[in-house]
């Protein structure tokens, strides 16, 4: 216990509570996570999709409806800013599709409509530009909801490993949980993977392949 009372004061909050997301309101916080998750999954650095949403929240971006009107060089204009400029012409596109689906259907009506977590993925995935990685970001954070309980992710696993945590022994579907699953995601991909040991929080323990 002493190591997850560790891991959790290296990093004490989720990436939705870090961009001042509340996803147990649902409803617009839901769509605010979600479009968080679009910029996360692409191959880019933490902070350069932090810095990305928060230029999307700056300019009232946060609804389907408003990124549509927005337009395609509206939204590249706003990728730029943020600093998502490798990506900016094809993340704009994907937006106006995704959001475009989005419209007829929002995200709790695809929830409600789901029969299980693997359900609820599967309409995920349906949205054209949606893969795996961005599905599993943006499910992570839902676990209290009922109808979510995605896949542990590799870096997690390694994570739990390398420290001796058997994660069979967590309920996975309480907010202790994603706490834990955000730290050891964090531990594994942001220091781990690339054998910083000398900056570990965790003292040294390294996750290795």
């Known amino acids: 216990m002493d190591k997850i009372r560790r891991l959790l004061r290296a990093f004490p909050e989720t990436y ?3 961009l001042d997301i509340a996803l147990e309101r ?3 916080e839901i769509f605010k996570w979600f479009l968080a998750s679009i910029l996360f999954g692409k191959r880019i650095s933490e902070e350069l999709a932090k810095n ?4 999307f929240e700056k300019e009232g971006l946060l609804s389907p409806e408003r990124i549509l009107a927005s337009g395609w060089d509206k939204l590249v204009e706003v990728l730029d800013s943020g600093g998502y400029a490798r990506y900016d012409f094809s993340t704009a596109t994907k937006l106006l599709d995704i959001m475009r689906d989005l419209k007829g259907k929002g995200l709790m009506e695809l929830y409600k409509e789901s029969k299980n977590s693997e359900d609820f993925e599967n309409k995920l995935l349906e949205f054209k530009g949606i893969g795996n990685v961005t599905a599993n970001i943006f499910l992570r954070e839902l676990r209290f909801m009922p109808k979510v309980n995605p896949e542990l992710s590799r870096f997690v696993k390694l994570s739990a490993k390398n420290l001796g945590i058997d994660l069979n022994k967590f309920d996975r ?4 949980f994603i706490h834990l699953e ?4 964090r531990l594994g991909k ?3 993977k690339k054998n910083k040991c000398e900056v570990c929080p965790m003292g040294g323990f390294c996750v290795k392949d």
């Open 190 to 192: 942001n220091y781990c």
């Open 173 to 176: 579907k309480t907010r202790k």
């Open 52 to 55: 990305t949403y928060r230029e």
């Open 182 to 185: 955000s730290a050891l995601l």
């Open 26 to 28: 649902e409803g617009d």
């Open 16 to 18: 939705s509570e870090e």
